[in-house]
């Protein structure tokens, strides 16, 4: 009898590691409903090329010399809701690129989503700011909110910027897992990693690492982490803030991001 149970808690078990494994990329990248417009709020839609497919970018030009922060989004967002998000960084004196990642809102087309696949939709679009809008790594800020700040760190550390922010990040998605589904073995069956916390020791730029003390997603002790862990990183803990500091602290974080950006320091949050 006792063996009978055994074996059936073993194939509960095995069943749901399989499921996990076949289903992570729904998971992990959940692509909201794709728009059929973009309203573009003062900025500009670009529409780029890659071997992938197209990349889409919303674009706010900065004033002259201003650095421009690219910004990539969660991913439960499409480039659609960070309009408001882009507009109040750039009325703070800043330039800014957001990017729109494979599979996701108008890229629909360009999936399905991937982690090789964010990666390289910020190449493209990090390079076209480079060689076409003439906004080099030393004018770059690189930044994201939860699932993009995997993405924004790993441009970091590819020396693809001069600051990172980190808004609610998380270390990795095999962590973040982990915390979900603690009897399942995901540290090995990920296929979409998401690294952060692999990669502090290559990322040596100025770092503000910002985290909500009530997130439900991504625990704060993710960003404390990676702040301790990042050689040049200041942490900023909300304590009655949750995951979605974007929505939440709309007009007070821009702000923060932007005095980082000229170095000076952040105001309440």
């Known amino acids: 009898m006792v063996l009978l149970v055994f074996t059936g808690l073993m194939a509960c078990w095995v069943l749901a590691a399989a499921?996990?494994?076949?289903?992570?990329?729904?998971?992990?990248?959940?692509?909201?409903?794709?728009?059929?417009?973009?309203?573009?709020?003062?900025?500009?839609?670009?529409?780029?090329?890659?071997?992938?497919?197209?990349?889409?970018?919303?674009?706010?030009?900065?004033?002259?010399?201003?650095?421009?922060?690219?910004?990539?989004?969660?991913?439960?967002?499409?480039?659609?809701?960070?309009?408001?998000?882009?507009?109040?960084?750039?009325?703070?004196?800043?330039?800014?690129?957001?990017?729109?990642?494979?599979?996701?809102?108008?890229a629909q087309a360009s999936g399905p989503p991937s982690e090789k696949g964010c990666y390289e939709a910020a190449e493209t679009a990090l390079a076209h700011l480079r060689e076409k809008l003439g906004v080099g790594a030393e004018r770059t800020v690189l930044a994201g909110s939860s699932l993009g700040t995997a993405v924004a760190a790993e441009m970091a550390a590819r020396g693809r910027g001069s600051r990172l922010v980190l808004l609610s990040p998380i270390t990795?998605?095999?962590?973040?897992?982990?915390?979900?589904?603690?009897?399942?073995?995901?540290?090995?069956?990920?296929?979409?990693?998401?690294?952060?916390?692999?990669?502090?020791?290559?990322?040596?730029?100025?770092?503000?690492?910002?985290?909500?003390?009530?997130?439900?997603?991504?625990?704060?002790?993710m960003g404390r982490a990676l702040a301790r862990d990042l050689p040049l990183a200041k942490l900023i803990v909300i304590d009655r803030a949750d995951h979605a500091l974007v929505w939440s602290r709309m007009a007070p974080l821009a702000r923060c991001?932007?005095?980082?950006?000229?170095?000076?320091?952040?105001?309440?949050l």
């Open 19 to 106: 499921l996990a494994f076949a289903f992570q990329g729904r998971m992990i990248f959940p692509a909201p409903t794709p728009s059929s417009a973009l309203p573009v709020m003062g900025g500009t839609l670009l529409r780029l090329s890659s071997e992938m497919g197209e990349v889409f970018a919303l674009h706010h030009e900065g004033p002259p010399g201003a650095a421009t922060v690219v910004f990539f989004h969660g991913n439960g967002e499409q480039l659609l809701d960070l309009e408001d998000w882009a507009v109040q960084l750039h009325r703070n004196g800043l330039g800014v690129l957001v990017v729109e990642y494979p599979g996701y809102g108008l």
């Open 257 to 268: 991001v932007a005095a980082f950006v000229r170095g000076e320091e952040c105001g309440a």
């Open 172 to 221: 990795s998605i095999a962590e973040a897992a982990r915390r979900v589904f603690p009897y399942l073995p995901l540290r090995w069956l990920v296929r979409h990693r998401f690294d952060t916390a692999s990669k502090v020791s290559r990322i040596t730029v100025p770092t503000l690492v910002v985290h909500g003390g009530r997130d439900g997603v991504a625990p704060v002790e």
